[in-house]
Each structure stands twice: as C-alpha cells, then as structure tokens.
C-alpha cells in the first residue's frame, strides 16, 4: 500500500504563488510516476502534471506549462508542485496520487488540499 499526505494548499491572491507538497509513505518502492490533478466545483477531476519517480521526465496540461513546476524528492517520499502567476481558474482541491509498477492507472490517491485564488 502507499499512503499520499497533501500540504500546501490555501488562499492567495492572484498573480501569486503556492508550493505544495505530497508526503508518500508505505511501499514507495514501487512508485513508477507521480502526478498532481485537481478538480474545481463542478468540473470534472482534470490532469495537471506528472513526473517520473525516478527520473527527470516531466508533463504538464498546456494551461499550466510555464506557471507551474513538478519535482520529487525520493529520499523524502515528497512531491512538489510549484505554481506560479496563479489564477482564478486554478480554483480547485489539488490531489496527488502514485502510480506503481505494472499497472497502467494511478491507483493511489491523496485526500487533496484547497486551492483557492482570490482577485
């Protein structure tokens, strides 16, 4: 089992910033990815970012490229997402959530954390 822990999450003003982290635990070993999604009131759960656990490659939903920033820290279990210029539109609870070996789907889910931009 891995167990994701969110952080980070809070109130800003537009044009801000926030970093969040997700603190994984349990059998971390088997990670092969990680990823950040975040779902708005009344939308639909969306992709944000993803990144390789043990490696560099990144991905990011065009909306987000260049404002928001994916890392990890393996000897910590953390994931990070930096986001810069925030806006109204990234409004959302923030989930992270682990992808292990041999399954193609993230399969471990983070309770989330609140996001909320203000004008």
């Known amino acids: 089992q891995v167990q994701l822990v969110e952080s980070g999450g809070g109130l800003v003003q537009a044009g801000g910033s926030l970093r969040l982290s997700c603190a994984a635990s349990?059998?971390?070993?088997?990670?092969?990815?990680m990823g950040w999604f975040r779902q708005a009131p009344g939308k639909e759960r969306e992709f944000v970012a993803s990144i390789l656990w043990t490696g560099t490659q990144t991905y990011y939903t065009n909306s987000v490229k260049g404002r928001f920033t994916i890392s990890r820290d393996v000897a910590k279990n953390t994931l990070y997402l930096r986001m810069n210029s925030l806006n109204a539109d990234d409004t959302a609870v923030y989930y992270c959530?682990?992808?292990?070996?041999?399954?193609?789907?993230?399969?471990?889910w983070g309770q989330g954390t609140q996001v909320t931009v203000s004008s």
């Open positions: 349990g059998r971390t070993f088997s990670i092969v990815n």
């Open positions: 959530a682990a992808r292990v070996r041999q399954t193609d789907n993230y399969n471990y």
